[in-house]
């Protein structure tokens, strides 16, 4: 599927004292990987469903904070507009906590030893001490 030769850089703590072509052992813990996922992807849906449902209600009158919602024809459609652009400061609000979540690294993989060449098909290139890692997928 796809490239044979397709590589993947990878940022991670390189613990395993790898030098620039080794072939290394990457884990991640997994409650950190389901974590990561869900800020990056369960926050802002949830976010964009609540807004979504919030501001029908409001824009349809169901809610009656708004004096001018029996104005606006396209409920639906101002509503998904006002989903999305909370969606999108959610993903902002997220891209700004990047280098928190960094400084944490709870949520970096690591280089956990050095492997013989190529036997899970991940290679680590350090460059000076910099903890960059490059995966070969075949």
């Not at 964009?48 to 409001?58: A, G, P, Q, Y």
């Not at 036997?119 to 997928?137: Q, W």
């Amino acid at each position: 599927m796809g490239d044979e030769n397709m590589q993947m850089c990878v940022e991670c703590l390189n613990k395993a004292n790898a030098k620039v072509g080794d072939f290394v052992e990457i884990i991640m813990k997994t409650e950190h990987v389901l974590s990561a996922a869900f800020i990056a992807y369960m926050i802002p849906l949830i976010v964009f469903l609540v807004t979504l449902v919030l501001s029908m209600k409001v824009l349809s009158g169901s809610i009656d904070v708004l004096p001018f919602h029996s104005y606006i024809k396209n409920i639906e459609g101002v509503s998904t507009v006002i989903g999305l652009v909370a969606m999108f400061i959610t993903y902002l609000i997220i891209k700004l906590n990047d280098k928190k979540f960094k400084a944490s690294n709870k949520y970096m993989s690591v280089a956990t030893e050095v492997v013989t060449e190529d036997e899970n098909g991940i290679s680590v290139v350090a460059k000076d001490g910099t903890p960059l890692c490059n995966i070969d997928i075949k």
